[in-house]
């Protein structure tokens, strides 16, 4: 059971094959067999899950189709869900207690979702490998010495090793995409403003969006019909009309053109990475799509900006973990000035206080102009190039990442060697474009996972929709499992 899509278990359950129950009880036996290794979850909600799939065979019963009716989802854990620990990984939230639901969350209990728990990341969704995290690492299930990528690793583990039907993400300059390569899943990274931020915890305000991680590309089609849509809640949700992804999935592709951008064909890449994406090429060449070269001429300051930006809204964003209002405070202080410092120092890791230091840098005075302010012009600059693109092309094609996924430790102590791990996904955070990972390959050198990326114009997921539908209608590669 646990190794069923989320469209398989749906129809499961219409045909009263097994229920919500036996399925998140079949979901927990696998957490429980495989957990120790993978260490995918902070804290499961079984409790909750189990009332929840109680409730769904009671409407299934009565002949409800809600779209999520029993599924079985995981949530990473900057995303909140009432009465349940939201601790973003860190020290600083490891006792706080979410008084509501996100809207997201919202709308999958209304779907009929069975809420499974809350998976790992990098702390404050700050990193590349969810080694950042204060609980524990994340291993990779293709292989355990391995990362799984970051910041959504625990979600794309747990996706990738049956430990739940499909998760949710949150992708600020890849961390849905990213660890989706490295697992081998399926992850969408909507436009930003598709799916609403209520609820999600900050990172960097004008770059986080929410977005599924599923085992195949219709899974992602139905979670977005479930979690898409414009929310008062949130003032910067686009008030755009949601439109039906699942119609997307089987439109034609005779007539689309994919843009290849040769600045991300460069000496960086693994051969390997680059030969399985231009047989993906080839296949969707094959499948009527017409190729042609696009140019995104400032993408290699895609990296400084990125980090110019998002550092600085996270250092204004992580301002109010101050010990005063809510989680951690330090108790060893004589005065309030010792107790906001004392627990900073202790709440956060090491990536997050060296972020909100070169955010506060950029930001302070005499250096806002020459960094800062500069930033936003760049971002302006690659968001034009992606617009010159898609002038000659309805979707842009190019790797994920340009290597497998790396070793346990091995980045680690190296931040510039980790910032350079999201080269290839920063570029569609900072233009606020929707991106896809899809599995296209497996390395023959070291077994692990290689990825694709699309990327389309602005609230066109359907695009990507409809070529990664068809690709993996198309392949296998999204059906190759992990040896776990």
Not at 410 to 439: C, F, H, Q, V, W
Request: aromatic share 8%; hydrophobic share 35%.
């Amino acid at each position: 059971m646990h190794r069923k899509t989320i469209l398989q278990a749906k129809d499961d359950l219409q045909k009263k094959k097994y229920s919500s129950v036996e399925l998140t009880e079949a979901i927990y036996k696998r957490i429980s067999d495989v957990e120790p290794k993978v260490q995918a979850y902070v804290h499961l909600t079984r409790d909750i899950a189990l009332k929840q799939a109680q409730e769904a065979d009671k409407n299934l019963g009565a002949g409800s189709n809600a779209p999520l009716l029993g599924i079985p989802i995981a949530l990473k854990d900057l995303i909140c869900m009432q009465n349940v620990r939201t601790t973003c990984s860190s020290k600083m939230l490891d006792q706080f207690i979410s008084p509501y639901d996100a809207t997201v969350v919202n709308r999958l209990k209304k779907a009929g979702a069975v809420i499974l728990g809350k998976t790992n990341m990098d702390e404050f969704a700050m990193g590349s490998s969810t080694e950042n995290s204060w609980h524990h690492p994340t291993m990779n299930p293709w292989d355990l010495q391995r990362i799984p990528g970051g910041s959504s690793g625990g979600s794309a583990a747990a996706v990738a090793a049956h430990e739940c039907l499909a998760a949710l993400g949150s992708d600020t300059g890849g961390s849905i995409r990213q660890p989706a390569n490295f697992c081998g899943i399926t992850g969408l990274k909507p436009t930003y403003g598709r799916v609403s931020r209520f609820g999600l915890v900050a990172f960097a305000s004008s770059l986080d969006q929410i977005g599924p991680m599923t085992k195949t590309v219709a899974d992602s089609a139905l979670l977005m019909n479930v979690i898409a849509g414009n929310d008062p809640k949130d003032s910067t949700s686009a008030n755009v009309e949601r439109p039906d992804f699942m119609k997307g999935l089987d439109r034609s592709l005779s007539g689309l053109k994919m843009g290849i951008p040769k600045e991300y064909f460069t000496s960086g890449i693994d051969s390997e990475v680059e030969k399985s994406v231009e047989e993906a090429i080839k296949t969707l060449e094959s499948l009527g799509v017409e190729k042609v070269e696009v140019s995104l001429p400032h993408l290699k300051y895609s990296v400084a900006t990125y980090y110019i930006i998002a550092s600085a809204e996270a250092s204004t964003n992580l301002s109010r973990y101050d010990g005063v209002k809510y989680g951690y405070r330090s108790k060893k202080s004589d005065n309030l000035l010792e107790m906001y410092m004392n627990t900073r120092q202790d709440g956060f890791g090491e990536e997050v206080k060296r972020r909100i230091m070169l955010g506060t840098f950029v930001l302070s005075s005499g250096y806002y102009d020459a960094y800062y302010l500069k930033g936003q012009k760049v971002r302006t600059l690659i968001k034009q190039d992606f617009e010159n693109a898609f002038n000659q092309c309805d979707v842009i094609v190019a790797p994920n990442s340009p290597v497998t996924a790396f070793k346990l430790k091995e980045r680690i102590d190296d931040p510039i060697k980790m910032y350079l791990s999201d080269i290839y996904t920063i570029s569609a955070n900072l233009a606020g474009i929707p991106g896809i990972a899809i599995p296209c390959g497996i390395s023959k050198t070291d077994g692990m996972p290689i990825g694709l990326q699309l990327m389309s114009r602005h609230f066109d997921e359907e695009s990507l929709i409809a070529v990664g539908h068809h690709f993996q209608k198309n392949t296998d590669h999204h059906l190759q499992q992990p040896p776990l």
